[in-house]
């Protein structure tokens, strides 16, 4: 079972109480931009065994959006932090360093 | 004006712990966040203070609950609903805020004894040992979005009226009698 607690109003939910929202920190490429961009950003994603950083929504409970990162292979949760940022926040990447020496980082 | 009727016009139940539905209640959901004015608005309809992160203030039988970031949920007598909302455009007049009358969107239930928190547990993901009192639990009931608080001898639980009677069914279920987690 996935229990993220949720930034905004600090629950501890347990996954019932969450909708998933998929890939985190995905750059949006619109009008202008070239196919190859566009078809990346709009059906290629990352699929990793290991350290991920996903979007969920508190459905159940305060219903904001948050970003968590954990390992999709142990359901080892790193943290969770508010969606307003564009990079996962540097305790977290500290954490996950401290955590999975061989990472081989966000990007 | 026509008579205000609850969803279930009060229904009850008597198993290991007493549930009835009670209402209606006067609500107005109160969209807001850091505006100057919010402490004294709130305190003018409920009498309260702004609650803190997840914690509802009561005041006899007006309360004020922390419902996200950027949402109150203000409970009062049904009748004073339509003064309230005045009040609050009043006291937030040129400030960006959204109040709303959900009163007759709502159906609320109390559940009461001395077990009335095993009825709960078997419905919600909610861990009750680390529920404070006075701590608004927004989570689910079964399958749908619910409210839950410690209040007096009690909990009392809010949800959306098109599920009153599916939640009254859980509880109902829930608080058969002989059905208790543990005695």
Same mark, same amino acid.
């Given at each position: ?15 019932? !109480? ?17 196919? !190859? ?11 990793? #065994? ?25 359901? !080892? ?16 990447? !500290? #954490?996950? #360093? ?5 990472? #081989?980082?966000?990007? | ?5 609850? =969803? ?14 009670? /209402? ?9 966040? /850091? ?61 960006? &805020?959204?109040?709303?009358? *959900? ?5 609320? &239930?109390?559940?009461? /004894?001395?077990? =009335?928190?095993? *009825? ?33 001898? /009690? ?11 599916? *939640? ?16």
């Amino acid at each position: 079972m996935l229990i993220l607690e949720c930034p905004y109003c600090g629950v501890k939910a347990e996954e019932t !109480e969450l909708s998933p929202g998929y890939e985190a920190h995905l750059k949006r490429f619109g009008p202008g931009s070239s196919p !190859e961009e566009f078809e990346a950003y709009m059906f290629a994603r990352k699929n990793p #065994k290991g350290v991920h950083f996903e979007r969920w929504r508190h459905t159940y409970g305060c219903g904001k959006w948050f970003l968590a990162a954990r390992c999709t292979a142990t359901l !080892e949760v790193f943290g969770t932090y508010p969606a307003q940022v564009s990079e996962p926040p540097p305790e977290i990447i !500290e #954490k996950i #360093k401290a955590r999975r020496p061989d990472w #081989k980082g966000f990007k | 004006m026509s008579d205000p009727i609850s =969803a279930l016009q009060g229904a009850s139940f008597q198993g290991f712990a007493s549930v009835r539905e009670i /209402g209606p209640v006067g609500m107005i959901t109160l969209r807001a966040k /850091g505006l100057k004015s919010l402490e004294k608005a709130v305190k003018s309809v409920t009498g309260t203070k702004l609650p803190a992160q997840r914690r509802i203030e009561v005041n006899g039988d007006r309360a004020c609950a922390w419902m996200s970031p950027d949402e109150y949920l203000l409970m009062l007598p049904y009748a004073d609903v339509r003064t309230a909302l005045t009040s609050i455009a009043k006291s937030l007049a040129k400030e960006h &805020f959204l109040a709303v009358d *959900v009163s007759d969107a709502r159906a609320v &239930f109390r559940i009461e /004894g001395e077990k =009335a928190d095993q *009825v709960l547990q078997k419905l919600s993901p909610v861990d009750f040992e680390t529920l404070q009192p006075g701590e608004l639990r927004r989570t689910r009931a079964a399958q749908v979005a619910a409210a839950l608080w410690q209040q007096d001898d /009690g909990y009392t639980l809010v949800c959306f009226r098109s599920v009153a009677s599916y *939640v009254m069914g859980l509880l109902v279920h829930s608080a058969q009698p002989n059905a208790e987690l543990k005695s």
